[in-house]
């Protein structure tokens, strides 16, 4: 206080206390610090300047929390997502340069087994006919010829008669020779038999006479094979054209593979097929690719013959066909150099199809793409990608978890 009272009296009547910018602040009369004691007014200093500083730093803060920059983000407002290279191994990441692939390479297609519809009959009455025993069932494996089912029929019983009389009246006409009948009474004992025969094997019976006219006849199989129906019911009565057996020879198999319609002209007729099933691998034949494109799925058919060694395949199975499909570089199908991807490396990101690629930074992008073909495994990539480009061929999934993540945690 002695040291106040010595001060000149304009610094003694008033002090100017301000900000660090010079802002003024209200004149304090000295008079008040003479009643005070050196400690108080001292900590009553500091409180002031305390108040004055506070409020100086907070505006920097906040302007420098508004000028922060996040992490940039790509074409399709999704940040790209930067890995190391463990962190990369333990999520099963597994980046890949691309190369242009060349279409002349094993394809890959599903499959379905049919019978051969050239090998197959089906055992059919000619005419209203009752069941009366059956000769072979269901699964049975037969030789050509084999009695398979004998039925019973007026009609047939009728033409049984009459084959018997045109053979006893031909044998007749041709014992007594032209000397002692007519050329015409020969011509028409010949007409008759000749109808009598055409009669006969129409109804499924031989073109001789064999045994009493009773009506009953066998049908047998026209070849070897496999019966594969059995609609055969012992006393029931048939009608004209119902199946009763249906026989297929399995020595000999097709396969209807499918392929897209863009993929079928590089397959050409009497190139060799691979069919593989439980693991079996067959050799086939192509035979002739369809000449019609589903409507629905865009998809054409290859039909293979395959020879069905051990009876393994059947009718209804589903296998998997390899070809070898021609080189059409020499008639300019851009195909030939088209770059393809893992189908699994193509990925669906907020409505887009994306690949992931990697940037000049290492970043890992979503790069949207236009897909072709899916050939096996691999998919055909015809716009958004080429020879050179760095992409995830493995564990693209976990890449996209990792950007969803990253989005989420940025929102």
């Known amino acids: 206080m002695a040291q106040l009272r010595r001060l000149p009296r304009r610094h003694r009547t008033a002090r100017t206390l301000g900000r660090p910018g010079g802002h003024p602040m209200r004149e304090l009369s000295m008079t008040p610090f003479r009643l005070m004691s050196l400690p108080l007014a001292a900590a009553l200093l500091l409180a002031m300047a305390a108040c004055s500083k506070t409020p100086s730093t907070a505006p920097a803060t906040i302007a420098e929390a508004d000028g922060a920059e996040g992490p940039a983000e790509g074409e399709d407002g999704i940040a790209p997502v930067q890995l190391d290279a463990a962190a990369m191994k333990a999520a099963g990441i597994v ?42 069932k269901l699964g049975d494996e037969v030789r050509a010829g084999a009695p398979l089912v004998t039925l019973s029929s007026v009609e047939v019983a009728n033409a049984q ?136 799925t865009r998809n054409a058919v290859v039909r293979i013959e395959v020879p069905n060694r051990d009876d393994r395949l059947h009718s209804g199975d589903y296998v998997d066909v390899f070809f070898e499909a021609s080189d059409v570089a020499k008639d300019g199908n851009a195909a030939v150099t088209m770059v393809s991807v893992p189908t699994d490396a193509v990925v669906q990101l907020e409505g887009d199809t994306v690949v992931f690629r990697r940037n000049a930074t290492g970043a890992l992008e979503p790069t949207p793409v236009r897909t072709g073909e899916a050939i096996g495994d691999r998919t055909v990539i015809r716009e958004g990608l080429k020879p050179g480009d760095a992409v995830v061929v493995e564990g693209a999934f976990a890449v996209k978890a990792q950007m969803l993540k990253s989005q989420l945690g940025e929102e």
């Not at 055992?123 to 009752?130: G, H, K, Q, R, Y």
């Open 95 to 136: 980046v890949q340069t691309l190369q242009p692939s060349s279409m002349s390479e094993q394809l890959r297609a599903p499959g379905e087994v049919l019978d051969n519809a050239y090998g197959t009959a089906l055992i059919t009455p000619s005419v209203e006919a009752l069941v009366v025993r059956r000769h072979a």
């Open 161 to 296: 008669a009459e084959l018997r009389i045109a053979e006893q009246e031909w044998r007749r006409v041709s014992a007594l020779g032209r000397e002692a009948v007519s050329g015409r009474r020969i011509n028409e004992a010949q007409v008759a038999l000749d109808r009598a025969r055409a009669t006969a094997q129409a109804y499924g019976l031989p073109g001789t006479a064999a045994g009493r006219s009773n009506g009953q006849f066998t049908l047998t199989a026209p070849h070897a094979g496999r019966i594969t129906e059995d609609a055969v019911v012992v006393g029931e009565k048939i009608e004209p054209g119902k199946t009763l057996f249906r026989l297929v020879d399995e020595s000999v198999v097709w396969v209807d593979a499918k392929l897209p319609s863009g993929i079928v002209p590089r397959i050409t007729p009497g190139t060799e097929a691979t069919v593989v099933f439980n693991g079996e691998r067959l050799k086939g034949t192509v035979q002739h690719p369809a000449h019609r494109t589903s409507d629905t």
